[in-house]
């Protein structure tokens, strides 16, 4: 296993990939003057020269950046999920995404690529992650939610069932959205308003 990002992000995953005894090979970083990371070597991204072979996840914590990466990367990708998180029996995860520890994931929840499900978010039934998105620590999605690509949901937010939160959106911390959220709008607060929307 290969890990694309060293910082504070590939520390989570090499825990979780640890915990879970998968083999990891060493880490690859932009920077040149990081040289290892909890033990492993981390490769100039320069000098990169993957094979065929090589399995990998991105462990870069910005969805674009992310995303950026895994769509310049032709490789076969994987997942990581921490032995605490619990998972409903029907629940999809597609490849690139990582679940962290105490995380819980119920029934008929779809998750798509190079997601990031942080420390003991609760997903509920029937919810939709897209590709690209990071539910951040502590967050709560109620039934029926959907999240659209890249979009990110600060840690403590709050989102009740049924709504629908578009593309490349920003959930702040502590949030609570009782609303539809537009594509790239940035919402904060109790009740959630939109401070401010971007083209996607």
């Known amino acids: 296993m290969i890990l694309y990002g060293a910082s504070g992000h590939a520390k989570v995953i090499i825990d979780i990939l640890e915990k879970c ?16 990371l909890q033990g492993y070597a981390v490769v100039d991204a320069k000098d990169f020269r993957p094979s065929d072979q090589d399995s990998l996840i991105v462990s870069i914590g910005n969805n674009r950046i ?14 990581g999920i921490h032995p605490s998180a619990i998972l409903g029996d029907d629940v999809s995860i597609d490849v690139g995404t990582v679940i962290m520890a105490g995380a819980v994931i119920n029934s008929s929840t779809s998750i798509g690529t190079h997601c990031i499900i ?6 509920d039934h029937d919810c939709q992650i897209n590709d690209y998105v990071h539910i ?38 502590g949030a609570v959205i009782i609303e ?21």
């Open 21 to 36: 005894k998968v083999n990891i090979d060493y880490l690859v970083d932009d920077d040149s003057t990081i040289q290892n």
């Open 66 to 79: 992310r995303k950026q990466i895994a769509e310049s990367l032709k490789l076969e990708f994987s997942w």
């Open 118 to 123: 942080n420390t003991t978010a609760s997903i």
């Open 136 to 173: 951040s620590p502590n967050t709560t999605l109620c039934g029926s939610v959907s999240i659209g690509e890249g979009t990110h949901i600060g840690a403590n937010a709050t989102i009740i069932p049924n709504i629908k939160i578009g593309k490349w959106a920003t959930i702040g911390a």
């Open 180 to 200: 539809d959220v537009p594509d790239g709008a940035t919402v904060v607060g109790n009740p959630g308003r939109i401070i401010k929307t971007e083209d996607v």
